[in-house]
């Protein structure tokens, strides 16, 4: 099922034998769009210290309730490596999470680890190691919810709106379409767009060029954020942009 990022921002995250914390951001990889980290504030009990948690630690989600509860103590979590969320995450960082949590390094296995649980592969994890220290270019970046909100969305013929939020596959955790605020160009509301419509994203600019006209997004069918988006709409977005 989709699920909007205001409602993952806020989460409440539970360890298998207390509360760790809420869900404040999370980031996401900019070449498959798939979120990798729900950065938690720990609260007093951590001393207010955010940690990384990723999506194959999830055990189970109540979205009614909003909390996820995850198959790690709090010891576990207290234990883990300290990560810098006030300022990007560097592979290395990376690298030194996943091997406490055992977790594979995702940008070395494709865009369908997602969500799912894969073993961690020891000389695949040393391997990405010596990339990094070797200067070579990973094949994507983190990206912070946080930051990226507000970027604006410029159609193939003019500037359409702004980056409101994301709508997120809460199987797979690909972001499927991202959520856009036309208020300020067009009294339209809100409309939404597949990154893999995106043609280019400046992230120094904070700007994201979409493959489509102004007047094919206008004319999308519009975006309802109290609604839960459906296969039926779906279609007819398919359908309308004539893309699967």
Known sequence: MLRSS????GLTIHATDGELGKVEEFYFDDATWTLRY???RTGGWLSGRSVLLSPPVVQSADWNKGELVVKLTMQQVADSPDV???QPVSRLEEIAYLKYYE???YWMLGADVGGASV???????AAAADAERAG???PCHLRSSREVAGYDIAAS?????HLDGFLLDDGTWEIRYVVVDTTNWWPGGQVVISPKWVERVSWGSRHV???LTCEAIKSSPPYDRGNPLDADYEARLAQHYDRS
């Not at 205001?6 to 921002?9: E, V």
């Not at 073993?119 to 994890?125: E, I, K, S, V």
């Open 6 to 9: 205001s409602d993952i921002k």
């Open 38 to 40: 729900f950065v938690v």
């Open 84 to 86: 810098s969320t006030d």
């Open 103 to 105: 977790q594979p390094p």
């Open 119 to 125: 073993a961690l592969d020891a000389a695949m994890r």
């Open 136 to 138: 070579t270019p990973p």
């Open 157 to 161: 013929d003019g500037l359409i709106g």
């Open 209 to 211: 060029k979409v493959g």
